[in-house]
């Protein structure tokens, strides 16, 4: 079992940046498929992109590729996103989340999310 953390969100303008931490517990962290999400209001949760245990391989969303990336430092236990020329419509709870397989990933563990809100 592990139990997840998210970290990292809060407010910032329109084209700004923000990095996402989901600190996980846990001796097998590395292995584990890391997912983020995003929940926007009134909305439903949609993928955002996906890692694999190693860091090796990675999965976006077609609408995100290019201005998110994910990554993986194993030696931290830690899950980033990295969020780049940010539009009002990411403004979302982004939760991070973990699989024991890759494909199909099935996430049984989830954290509580982080808030991201983009301004105009």
């Known amino acids: 079992q592990v139990q997840l953390v998210e970290s990292g969100g809060g407010l910032v303008q329109a084209g700004g940046s923000l990095r996402l931490s989901c600190a996980a517990s846990g001796r097998t962290f590395s292995s584990y498929t890391m997912g983020w999400f995003r929940q926007a209001p009134g909305k439903e949760r949609e993928f955002v992109a996906q890692?694999?245990?190693?860091?090796?391989?990675?999965n976006y969303a077609d609408s995100l590729k290019g201005r998110f990336t994910i990554s993986r430092d194993n030696a931290k236990n830690t899950v980033y996103l990295q969020m780049n020329s940010l539009k009002p419509e990411d403004t979302a709870v982004y939760f991070c989340?973990?699989?024991?397989?890759?494909?199909?990933?099935?996430?049984?563990?989830w954290g509580q999310g982080t808030q991201v809100t983009v301004s105009s």
């Open positions: 989340a973990a699989s024991t397989k890759w494909f199909p990933a099935e996430y049984h563990y």
């Open positions: 890692i694999s245990g190693s860091g090796g391989s990675t």
